[in-house]
Every structure is written in structure tokens, then in C-alpha cells.
């Protein structure tokens, strides 16, 4: 900027000449300005569709919420092999029975799960569909100061503000999360982490 100003103070002054009959002219000259506004590539992140045995899963569990069956819930899961509803080794009907008479709905919090954004991890030679979206990224890639307004106020909600001092201290996403591999078996739906489960322990 101050080279562009320089420039145009010289060409200013040598451009002041008297004309032949004697009154001042001023001729200016400048340079084009540099294309500063060009627009700038913005590179979209791609998500990986959803496959046909995602979908059937999604429709077998949207079934189950329709019918605000929390049997039907416990019945799904059991019949997957290793599925992960806690870490203190309850039985999914006792720890979900639980969470319901603390005001902690899991049918109705599955269904908002599932509604929105997904992200996904390679796990092997397999990928998992995580929801939400923020469960798939790193540690670092979480930092509230990292993501846009509307990103981080939806993390706000997902995690509360003790979750987003959690995140800032290094720890990856500590909300409510669920995941589908990529044939079909719904692998868990927690609400908490390892850790949490041995502090309270």
C-alpha cells in the first residue's frame, strides 16, 4: 500500500507541467490496483453418502421411535453384536430405564441424533457414520475458536458449556453420540465417556 503511494506521489509531480500557455495541467496516471476482491476458491468438504445398509438400520430405528417403544429399542440392540449403550456394564434396558426418570429421553434424543449432520471414520477397512457430525472430528479440530458461529452454537447445545471447557482442555467430543458401520450394525449410543463412567465410579 505505501509502495502504491509512493508511485503516485511521483507520477503526481512529474506529471505537474506547465502547458504552453501557461495554465497548470495535471495529468495522473495509475497503476491498476492489484485484484485483492478476486473471489477466493473455497474447497466444500465431501461427505460420503449413506449406504443402502445405513439406510435400512435408519429405517429400522425411525420405526422403533415412531413407536416410542423403548423394548423395541433394547431388542435392536441386543440383537447386535458388541453394541455399546454404557460403559458401566449395565444391561441397555436398566442403564436406559435409568436415564428416562432423569429426565433424559434416549428414543427422543436418538431421533435428533439421527436427523442431523454425520461424519465418518475409517475404522479398519471400514468406515463409520457418526452422528453428530462433531463426534467423527479430531480433538483439534473441535476447538470452538475453529468452527463457525453456527457450528459452534450447535456444539454449544450438544455439549454445554462444561463439555466446551472439556474440548478447550484437549478432550474430544463428550456429548451424546451414535454410529453405524458402513454394513449395516449399529455399533453404540452413549451419552458419556469411559472417563466420566470411572470418575463416577
Known sequence: MRALFLGLASTLLLAACGESDGTPRIRIMVTAAPAV???VDVVEETITPLTEAVEAKISDIHVILDRNSLSR??????AEENFVSNFAGESHRVHWDLLRRTGFDP????????DGPYGTRQVGDQTWYIWPDFAARDAEDLMPERLDFADRARLRDLVGDVGLDRI???ESYPGIRTAIADDGRWLYFVHETVQETETSN
Open 37 to 39: 476482491t478476486a473471489p
Open 73 to 78: 429399542l433394547v431388542r435392536l440392540a441386543s
Open 107 to 114: 428414543l427422543m434424543r436418538l431421533g435428533a441424533l439421527l
Open 168 to 170: 478447550r482442555a484437549g
